[in-house]
């Protein structure tokens, strides 16, 4: 059985791992840089520090080896990242997908609203299942718009209303699927 919890731990750990991975980037970048640096300056700074009486300290060595481990890092990460998002896939598109929503929705202003269970929020779905459709939250599918608090339907009747949803449930799981291929 999947169910949204489950999903918004690795909706949440995609996300964490994704800003870890920008920040090993950004880090990887930057060494390869001071890297590419280093035979352009050293003649200057090991004359320099022969001239005043010092040993002049080549750092290059250090920065391969920070370079080897950002690399790996970087490979981890992404692999990390990759599994967690495929493993998303797998359990939303599951025919076993619990959303827990009060059995009793509200009707307001001509929409049928279902609020999640507890008033949990699911904010982490919400931003990864809209980057996998290509759409930002709140997600409107077929008159059924998906938030991280809760799901408005553009009908008044609430079998209808189930009926949209379930369609739509439907269909977004069928693009992810095709995602998933």
Same mark, same amino acid.
């Given at each position: ?8 731990? !690795?909706?949440?750990?995609? +996300?964490?791992? +994704? ?11 930057? /060494?390869?840089? +001071?890297i590419? %640096?280093?035979? @352009? ?11 005043i ?33 495929? @493993?998303? =896939? ?7 997908? &619990?959303?827990?929503?009060? *059995?009793? *929705?509200? !009707? ?8 999640? #269970? ?6 982490n779905? @919400?931003? =990864?299942?809209? %980057? ?6 709140? =997600? @409107? /599918?077929?008159? &059924? ?13 609430e079998?209808?209303?189930?009926? #949209?949803?379930?369609?739509?449930i439907? %269909? ?6 095709? #995602? +998933?291929?």
């Amino acid at each position: 059985m999947s169910d949204f919890a489950f999903l918004e731990q !690795v909706a949440t750990r995609i +996300r964490e791992n +994704r800003t870890q991975l920008k920040d090993t980037e950004d880090e990887l970048a930057t /060494v390869n840089f +001071r890297i590419h %640096e280093i035979p @352009l300056k050293s003649p200057t700074e090991s004359t320099f520090a022969k001239m005043i009486g010092q040993d002049y300290y080549d750092a290059s060595v250090d920065l391969e080896k920070a370079r080897e481990k950002l690399v790996a890092l970087k490979e981890e990460l992404t692999v990390k990242v990759k599994e967690d998002i495929a @493993l998303f =896939i797998t359990e939303f598109t599951s025919h076993e997908l &619990v959303i827990p929503l009060e *059995p009793n *929705p509200k !009707v307001a202003e001509g929409n049928t609203i279902f609020h999640y #269970k507890n008033n949990t929020t699911f904010n982490n779905i @919400l931003a =990864i299942l809209g %980057e996998l459709l290509g759409l930002s939250p709140p =997600i @409107l /599918v077929k008159d &059924v718009m998906f938030s991280a608090s809760e799901i408005v339907i553009k009908v008044t009747d609430e079998y209808e209303a189930k009926q #949209k949803f379930l369609s739509s449930i439907n %269909e977004v799981q069928k693009t992810l699927s095709i #995602k +998933r291929k």
